[in-house]
């Protein structure tokens, strides 16, 4: 296990001084601002990012609709509103790579703009978004940056993802919208100048593109590479992208690669030919000293480029660099106090814009470094820990100070809770590596008769946990009124405050009894079939549950919602069959499998290679992701093979192409899995499911009807397989409206003396989401053949 220091140690290898240096420099060789707009984190296009801010020196934002909350998780089992705030905090750390600012739209875990899964329609999307509050954020967003280019990561075509298209939507509108003064909104309007489209197509392992991509008229060179870390633009790129890691991001790029990126430019508001991303723009403090209305402060601008050039000459040589800094921030402080009015629109943001940066790198230059970080990272109100803070002044006069969050106090160096304190919010509206909001340590320094104020993070943030809370295991039960049990168990523990009784609201006619930290829910033996919720309480007061996200790549973080136990009750006959499962951690398919009364063993990594242990099953469930993340898996396949031909019965869970499926040595028969996903998936949830004949998989031990195909969440499924040997029979067909049907997603053959049965169908979520028609095919799909 790698310890605290020693994690400390490999993230302050990462980034030595000298390269923090640098890169502090190079936002300041340009005062152009650069948004990229984009469905999901993760969709930023890094490479082109990193060339414009390390080489370029443009300022960069990104403005993202949603979390990212339906995507994939390929490294736990956050998913919804818990993968969003973990997702956020992984855009995070791309940000900080790319020194990125970082806008949502969607602002809270039930914000109407959300990640509501697979969707082939910009329509749709907004329809369930909100146009209006859509654009109404989007004018918000732009309108707070005031960026001079707007950029979507991808096309409005068909083929893409409805996320994408929706959002590129928005960006056509919000050009117009943002500049409009008659639009609501309490700031200022702001006319972006320029708006970009990608000229490259957007298909893939995931999307289709169904038109080209228009014309280009620019490309971004992706030649060359930074000068002091000697990496290229698109390695810096996957150093942003490779904290994407729910998503599986993160890509070696070979040493002499390269890549273009090309543009087409689809909206303008200023002159002359485009031949250059910040042509027809003031590009520089010098460029802005130019305007007419900058007059009387051009003097003070044209110092101000001076200083910056001086101290970006004089690398590395951090003493004149700080010289050279310095003059430019007494000159931009003096363009700030004499900005005349008529000036301010264009240049002030950009102003205060530089001396923060350029406080930035007066603090590495003279040599200030300072460390905050707090013993423990999860506290709940009423609790403290203590804060460590290590300061070196390097070469100036430092006071030191703590920005806290209201709640949050420090005294001897402890940090305390109140008892009232606000939980920490895991969907920050807004991100800005450069100016960290609380917690944060504020440096005043003193060097050279000037004083600059500036910011740092803590090492470690402290997540503020709600004050009323409790931990329910598990929070979702399930009861199988086709057996003879009635009673679910669950246990409440971390009852918060201490010492304070947690107490469940139960329906009439059930009853709860207690020993211990387990709690009993008993129903009824006529209870009806259907979804119940059960709330908790805490010392008579509604109670949170929370969920703490905790991995090593980025920041912790948790998330609490209102205490309950969802349980439904639900009639699936099990059949009576020893079931091995083969997972890798993505789904709980074992567990549903136990809670509706199968008899499941989950196999160990080298039970695989016994016959002896295969021969215990009759049936062997492999999760999804398994042949991916399972080490050792693919190479068992054949022995598997051979225990299906003797009689057993082979399920494979939802698998990617890229999962090591191989569609002629994974499966007993060849099956191979369709992509892009947008043409081998249906996102309707509710679209029809007709039934191809008759089939035991359908009717035993349960009859699958309509009813089964109802309230399911997200989508049907997707990856469905797109063709497959003549032994396999598919059962199924669905499709999205106005597409022609899919027939991969239910597949059977026999195989020997048994079966393979193959699902792209997302069964796992709709266990998750206690779907009933979901447990009673699942008890099919494990059922012998007959």
Same mark, same amino acid.
């Given at each position: 296990?790698?310890?605290?220091?020693?994690?400390?140690?490999?993230?302050?290898?990462?980034?030595?001084?000298?390269?923090?240096?640098?890169?502090?420099?190079?936002?300041?060789?340009?005062?152009?601002?650069?948004?990229? &707009?984009?469905?999901?984190?993760?969709?930023?296009?890094?490479?082109?990012?990193?060339?414009?801010?390390?080489?370029?020196?443009?300022?960069?934002?990104?403005?993202?609709?949603?979390?990212?909350?339906?995507?994939?998780?390929?490294?736990?089992?956050?998913?919804?509103?818990?993968?969003?705030?973990?997702?956020?905090?992984?855009?995070?750390?791309?940000?900080?790579?790319?020194?990125?600012?970082?806008?949502?739209?969607?602002? %809270?875990?039930?914000?109407?703009? +959300?990640?509501?899964?697979?969707?082939?329609?910009?329509?749709?999307?907004?329809?369930?978004?909100?146009?209006?509050?859509?654009?109404?954020?989007?004018?918000?967003?732009?309108?707070?940056?005031?960026?001079?280019?707007?950029?979507?990561?991808?096309?409005?075509?068909?083929?893409?993802?409805?996320?994408?298209?929706?959002?590129?939507?928005?960006?056509?509108?919000?050009?117009?919208?943002?500049?409009?003064?008659?639009?609501?909104?309490?700031?200022?309007?702001?006319?972006?100048?320029?708006?970009? !489209?990608?000229?490259?197509?957007?298909?893939?392992?995931?999307?289709?593109?169904?038109?080209?991509?228009?014309?280009? %008229?620019?490309?971004?060179?992706?030649?060359?590479?930074?000068?002091?870390?000697?990496?290229?633009?698109?390695?810096?790129?996957?150093?942003?992208?490779?904290?994407?890691?729910?998503?599986?991001?993160? *890509?070696?790029?070979?040493?002499?690669?390269?890549?273009?990126?090309?543009?087409?430019?689809?909206?303008?508001?200023?002159?002359?030919?485009?031949?250059?991303?910040?042509?027809?723009?003031?590009?520089?403090?010098?460029?802005?000293?130019?305007?007419?209305?900058?007059?009387?402060?051009?003097?003070?601008?044209?110092?101000?480029?001076?200083?910056?050039?001086?101290?970006?000459?004089?690398?590395?040589?951090?003493?004149?660099?700080?010289?050279?800094? =310095?003059?430019?921030?007494?000159?931009?402080?003096?363009?700030?106090?004499?900005?005349?009015?008529?000036?301010?629109?264009?240049?002030?943001?950009?102003?205060?814009?530089?001396?923060?940066?350029?406080?930035?790198?007066?603090?590495?230059?003279?040599?200030?470094?300072?460390?905050? *970080?707090?013993?423990?990272?999860?506290?709940?109100?009423?609790?403290?820990?203590?804060?460590?803070?290590?300061?070196?002044?390097?070469?100036?006069?430092?006071?030191?100070?703590?920005?806290?969050?209201?709640?949050?106090?420090?005294?001897?160096?402890?940090?305390?809770?109140?008892?009232?304190?606000? /939980?920490?919010?895991?969907?920050?509206?807004?991100?800005?590596?450069?100016?960290?909001?609380?917690?944060?340590?504020?440096?005043?320094?003193?060097?050279?008769?000037?004083?600059?104020?500036?910011?740092? /993070?803590?090492?470690?943030?402290?997540?503020?946990?709600?004050?009323?809370?409790?931990?329910? &295991?598990?929070?979702?039960?399930?009861?199988?009124?086709?057996?003879?049990?009635? +009673?679910?168990?669950? +246990?409440?523990?971390?009852?918060?405050?201490?010492?304070?009784?947690?107490? !469940?609201?139960?329906?009439?006619?059930?009853?709860?009894?207690?020993?211990?930290?387990?709690?009993?829910?008993?129903?009824?033996?006529?209870?009806?079939?259907? =979804?119940?919720?059960?709330?908790?309480?805490?010392?008579?007061?509604?109670?949170?549950?929370?969920?703490?996200?905790?991995?090593?790549?980025?920041?912790?973080?948790?998330?609490?919602?209102?205490?309950?136990?969802?349980?439904?009750?639900?009639?699936?006959?099990?059949?009576?069959?020893?079931?091995?499962?083969?997972?890798?951690?993505?789904?709980?398919?074992?567990?549903?499998?136990?809670?509706?009364?199968?008899?499941?063993?989950?196999?160990?990594?080298?039970?695989?290679?016994?016959?002896?242990?295969?021969? *215990?099953?009759?049936?062997?469930?492999?999760?999804?992701?398994?042949?991916?993340?399972?080490?050792?898996?693919?190479?068992?396949?054949?022995?598997?093979?051979?225990?299906?031909?003797?009689?057993? +019965?082979?399920?494979?869970?939802?698998?990617?192409?890229?999962?090591?499926?191989?569609?002629?040595?994974?499966?007993?028969?060849?099956?191979?899995?369709?992509?892009?996903?947008?043409?081998?998936?249906?996102?309707?949830?509710?679209?029809?499911?007709?039934?191809?004949?008759?089939?035991?998989? !359908?009717?035993?031990?349960?009859?699958?009807?309509?009813?089964?195909?109802?309230?399911?969440?997200?989508?049907?499924?997707?990856?469905?397989?797109?063709?497959?040997?003549?032994?396999?029979?598919?059962? !199924?067909?669905?499709?999205?409206?106005?597409?022609?049907?899919?027939?991969?997603?239910?597949?059977?053959?026999?195989?020997?003396?048994?079966?393979?049965?193959? %699902?792209?169908?997302?069964?796992?979520?709709?266990?998750?989401?206690?779907?009933?028609?979901?447990?009673?095919?699942?008890?099919?799909?494990?059922?012998?053949?007959?």
């Amino acid at each position: 296990m790698t310890t605290p220091d020693q994690s400390r140690i490999v993230e302050d290898r990462a980034r030595p001084r000298i390269m923090a240096l640098w890169w502090a420099l190079r936002p300041l060789v340009s005062v152009v601002r650069f948004m990229q &707009s984009g469905a999901h984190p993760d969709d930023e296009m890094s490479g082109m990012l990193a060339a414009l801010t390390f080489r370029d020196g443009i300022n960069l934002s990104y403005a993202c609709s949603t979390r990212g909350e339906g995507g994939q998780n390929d490294i736990g089992t956050e998913a919804g509103a818990d993968l969003g705030a973990l997702r956020t905090r992984e855009m995070e750390r791309a940000c900080d790579v790319l020194g990125m600012r970082m806008y949502w739209h969607s602002e %809270t875990p039930d914000d109407p703009i +959300t990640d509501f899964g697979f969707s082939k329609s910009g329509v749709e999307t907004l329809g369930k978004w909100g146009r209006e509050r859509t654009l109404a954020r989007f004018v918000e967003i732009v309108r707070s940056e005031r960026p001079d280019i707007l950029c979507p990561t991808f096309l409005d075509v068909p083929g893409q993802h409805g996320h994408h298209r929706a959002m590129t939507q928005a960006a056509h509108e919000v050009m117009a919208a943002a500049a409009d003064p008659r639009f609501p909104c309490n700031l200022p309007p702001w006319q972006v100048r320029k708006l970009y !489209l990608p000229a490259t197509s957007g298909a893939g392992q995931a999307y289709d593109d169904a038109e080209p991509p228009p014309p280009a %008229t620019l490309t971004i060179d992706g030649s060359g590479g930074d000068p002091v870390s000697g990496w290229s633009w698109s390695r810096i790129g996957q150093q942003s992208r490779a904290f994407h890691r729910t998503q599986g991001m993160g *890509r070696w790029v070979p040493p002499g690669s390269r890549a273009d990126w090309k543009l087409h430019l689809a909206e303008t508001h200023v002159r002359g030919p485009d031949v250059a991303l910040t042509a027809g723009l003031p590009a520089t403090l010098g460029d802005l000293a130019a305007l007419d209305a900058a007059g009387p402060i051009a003097d003070h601008l044209i110092a101000a480029q001076a200083g910056i050039d001086a101290a970006i000459a004089a690398f590395p040589d951090y003493s004149k660099v700080a010289e050279g800094a =310095l003059a430019a921030l007494k000159a931009v402080r003096a363009a700030v106090a004499g900005c005349p009015a008529d000036a301010r629109d264009e240049i002030a943001h950009r102003l205060e814009a530089k001396e923060c940066q350029l406080s930035h790198v007066l603090r590495i230059a003279v040599g200030v470094e300072v460390h905050a *970080r707090v013993a423990q990272s999860f506290l709940h109100a009423g609790s403290s820990a203590p804060l460590t803070v290590e300061l070196d002044p390097g070469r100036a006069e430092v006071s030191v100070s703590l920005v806290l969050p209201e709640g949050l106090r420090e005294a001897d160096g402890v940090l305390t809770v109140a008892e009232d304190a606000v /939980p920490s919010d895991p969907y920050p509206a807004f991100y800005d590596p450069a100016a960290p909001g609380a917690p944060a340590v504020q440096l005043t320094i003193r060097t050279l008769d000037t004083e600059i104020v500036t910011r740092v /993070p803590f090492e470690q943030v402290p997540v503020i946990l709600p004050s009323h809370a409790v931990a329910v &295991s598990p929070d979702k039960a399930l009861i199988n009124l086709a057996g003879a049990e009635r +009673t679910a168990e669950v +246990t409440i523990r971390d009852v918060r405050p201490g010492g304070a009784e947690a107490q !469940l609201d139960a329906p009439e006619g059930w009853t709860v009894t207690s020993e211990g930290e387990l709690r009993r829910i008993t129903l009824p033996q006529d209870a009806t079939a259907g =979804l119940y919720h059960i709330p908790v309480q805490v010392g008579g007061c509604a109670a949170a549950v929370v969920r703490q996200i905790d991995h090593a790549h980025v920041q912790k973080t948790a998330t609490h919602r209102a205490a309950d136990i969802s349980l439904r009750a639900l009639h699936a006959a099990v059949p009576e069959v020893r079931v091995g499962y083969v997972g890798a951690g993505n789904d709980r398919v074992d567990h549903w499998l136990r809670a509706i009364g199968a008899t499941v063993e989950t196999v160990g990594p080298d039970d695989l290679s016994s016959d002896a242990v295969l021969a *215990r099953f009759d049936t062997i469930i492999i999760g999804i992701f398994a042949m991916r993340f399972r080490p050792g898996l693919a190479a068992v396949m054949p022995r598997l093979h051979r225990w299906t031909e003797d009689g057993g +019965t082979l399920v494979t869970l939802y698998h990617r192409p890229w999962d090591n499926w191989d569609p002629d040595t994974i499966p007993p028969r060849r099956l191979e899995i369709g992509q892009p996903s947008l043409r081998w998936r249906v996102t309707d949830e509710t679209a029809a499911v007709r039934h191809l004949g008759e089939h035991d998989i !359908l009717s035993v031990p349960n009859r699958i009807g309509p009813e089964d195909w109802q309230g399911w969440v997200k989508e049907r499924g997707l990856y469905f397989a797109r063709s497959w040997d003549p032994a396999y029979t598919p059962l !199924l067909e669905m499709s999205d409206p106005e597409e022609s049907p899919h027939r991969g997603a239910l597949l059977v053959a026999d195989i020997g003396k048994g079966r393979h049965v193959h %699902t792209s169908l997302i069964l796992h979520h709709q266990m998750e989401h206690l779907v009933p028609g979901a447990f009673r095919l699942m008890a099919n799909l494990i059922a012998p053949r007959r």
